[in-house]
Structures are given as structure tokens and as C-alpha cells.
């Protein structure tokens, strides 16, 4: 019989925020910087409580200059220590890519291997909240274009404990992506996924590899973070029909997990990719052409896509649910799939 403590549910948020402070208990060296990070505690509660345990020392509430605070982490990091800095939302990007990647991501390779950067730029990406154009999106593709870098995006809160803790392990520098509406906030909408067992000891889950969140034999959907919510809900409601999905939940962009899309692609014969990133020059592309490269023969029909269209995410409401792919899109396309 499992006990209470095993059973125990935390928050996508609680689960970062816990493994950010056992990580600072195990290695003085580690620090968080960043915007309404302190007192806050993170405006999506990423470092709630952080404050209180270890002091403004190493948690450091910052001025509205992500170009000069992502700039101090780089340099902590180089001289050893292991820094955690916030950039609120992913969409800000544009005042200190310069930072970010010709210095974060450059930085070790053009020291030829002897600067290590040890740092986590975590970040918060994702809408469906209405919160427009600038503020709505993932770019997950625009970082993972980027060498140099590793990127991950952790969907359950299991894995966000897990992987935030061997982020700040690496001795590489990590782009922790965190999704909004997966944090289990309580200004937004209450959603089931938000919330998971997570263990109350420190564990690791390992960078570059993805995770089989359903099983199945029918077709293969690779997805992200909330796309992988939606296709496991279109995968229930195809299996009450007969039609078996695998969901591949990607978890880590950079390094790519190729061989998990293969090994599945080449069971279940079709493949349908989900994004809410941009459609074109996307992770839907670049999932789709390593199986056209290597799996091409093992496919029954075309490799299908679901993102989102080339345009700023509206503020509107319906507008912005009608770009976003959604449950209904991936059971519609399936079922396409399956008839073609």
C-alpha cells in the first residue's frame, strides 16, 4: 500500500521552486537573479519561498535590465559559480540576445573548452491567457536553432523538479523553458496537468531524452509541453473509437531525442507533430525531416503538422484559440490521418 508521502501532489511551480532550494542547499554556489524573483517569489512562482530560506544574497531581486543581470550570471558563471537567472517571459529575448548568445552560448566554445558556463536562463513561455502578442509565445525553435545551448521544456511537475535540478548540474549553459499555464497558478484556469507526484527527495531526470506519456500503435503524435496535454486528451477520447495514439513527450529540444521519435514512428507507421510554437522553420520541421531522413520507408501516409500559423498571437479570445492546436485538432487530424 503506497504511503501519504509517496502520493504527495505538488504544483508545476511548488516542484521548480523545490528543486532550486535543495539544489542551493547542496551547493552554496548556486544563486537566482532576476526580476520579481525575491519577495515575489517569481510572477509565475517559480522561486516562491526562496526568500524567506536563503536571504537577498542569493536571491536577488533585480532592476528591469535583463541585459545587464544576464550579463552578471554569465560572469558568475565563468569565475564558478552556478547561476539561475529569470527572463520573466521568453518574448523578451530581443534586449539581451546579445547576452544570451554570443556570450552564454559562445563563450565555451570559443575558449576552446576551458571557460565552462554553468548557468540556468529559466523562462516562462506559453498563452492561452489572452495576454497578446507580446507575451504569447513559446519560441521554442528560435533557442534550439541556437548551438551552444541546451534547451529543455518539462511538461509534468515530476519532470520539472527533475530536470530543473540536472540543469543546474550541467556544466553547460541551459535554457529551462516552464510553461505558464502548467505552473498551477491560481489566477488561471485550474488544469489537471498542473499538478503531479513528485517525490519530496532530490532526484535527477536526464537531459536530452523524451518520454512516453501514452502508448500506442496507430500513430505517433511528437508534441511539447501543453500540446502534449492536449494530444493525451485526444488520444482518450480516439482510443473510446479503437484508434490506439502514442504520445511522445519531447521534454528536451537541445539535446533532441531522435531516436525515441524513430523507435516509435517505426511501430506505429504515421506521425503527426504538435507545436504552439510558428509553424515554418519550427521544431515541426525538424522533427518532420529527421524522419523523412531515417524513417521515410517506415511511414503509411504523410507526416501531418499542427502549429501555430505564421501570425502574432491575437489578444482576442477566439482569435487566439483558433490558432493555438488544440485538442479537437489533433482528434480531427488523427482521424484524417487514419482515413487518408
Not at 118 to 131: F, K, R
Not at 206 to 230: C, F, H, N, S, W
Request: glycine share 8%; net charge negative; charged share 25%.
Amino acid at each position: 500500500m503506497e504511503t501519504a508521502k509517496k502520493q504527495r501532489l505538488l504544483t508545476g511551480n511548488k516542484a521548480m521552486a523545490e528543486a532550486i532550494a535543495q539544489e542551493m542547499e547542496n551547493n552554496e554556489e548556486v544563486f537566482v537573479l532576476g526580476e520579481d524573483v525575491g519577495k515575489y517569489g517569481g510572477i509565475f512562482g517559480s522561486t516562491e519561498g526562496l526568500l524567506d530560506k536563503f536571504g537577498p544574497e542569493r536571491i536577488m531581486d533585480t532592476p528591469i535590465s535583463e541585459t545587464a543581470f544576464i550579463g552578471a550570471a554569465i560572469g558568475a558563471a565563468q569565475e564558478g559559480m552556478r547561476p539561475i537567472a529569470e527572463l520573466m517571459f521568453v518574448d523578451f529575448f530581443g534586449v539581451c540576445m546579445d547576452q544570451i548568445y554570443n556570450h552564454m552560448a559562445k563563450i565555451p566554445y570559443m575558449s576552446g573548452g576551458n571557460v565552462k558556463l554553468p548557468m540556468v536562463l529559466m523562462t516562462a513561455v506559453g498563452g492561452e491567457y489572452n495576454d497578446a502578442a507580446q507575451h504569447s509565445q513559446t519560441l521554442y525553435a528560435t533557442f534550439a536553432h541556437l548551438p551552444g545551448m541546451k534547451v529543455v521544456a518539462p511538461t509534468t511537475p515530476y519532470d520539472l523538479k527533475g530536470m530543473m535540478a540536472s540543469a543546474i548540474q550541467s556544466d553547460d549553459p541551459v535554457v529551462f523553458m516552464f510553461h505558464k499555464t502548467l505552473q498551477g497558478l491560481g489566477w488561471m484556469d485550474p488544469l489537471e496537468a498542473s499538478v503531479g507526484y513528485v517525490p519530496e527527495k532530490a532526484y535527477t531526470v536526464p537531459l536530452g531524452k523524451a518520454r512516453v506519456a501514452r502508448e500506442g500503435a496507430d500513430v505517433t503524435i511528437v508534441a511539447i509541453q501543453m500540446m502534449t496535454v492536449y494530444a493525451e486528451e485526444a488520444a482518450k477520447r480516439l482510443a473510446e473509437e479503437g484508434i490506439e495514439a502514442e504520445v511522445i513527450d519531447l521534454r528536451s529540444l537541445v539535446p533532441l531525442d531522435k531516436e525515441a521519435i524513430l523507435e516509435s514512428v517505426r511501430k506505429t507507421h504515421r506521425l503527426l507533430v504538435v507545436d504552439e510554437d510558428y509553424l515554418s522553420y519550427g521544431m515541426t520541421a525538424e522533427i518532420s525531416a529527421v524522419v523523412a531522413e531515417e524513417a521515410l520507408f517506415d511511414l503509411d501516409g504523410p507526416i501531418k503538422r499542427l502549429a501555430i500559423p505564421d501570425v502574432p498571437i491575437p489578444y482576442s479570445r477566439p482569435l487566439e484559440q483558433f490558432v493555438v492546436p488544440s485538442a479537437d485538432k489533433i482528434y480531427e487530424t488523427v482521424k484524417e490521418m487514419l482515413e487518408e
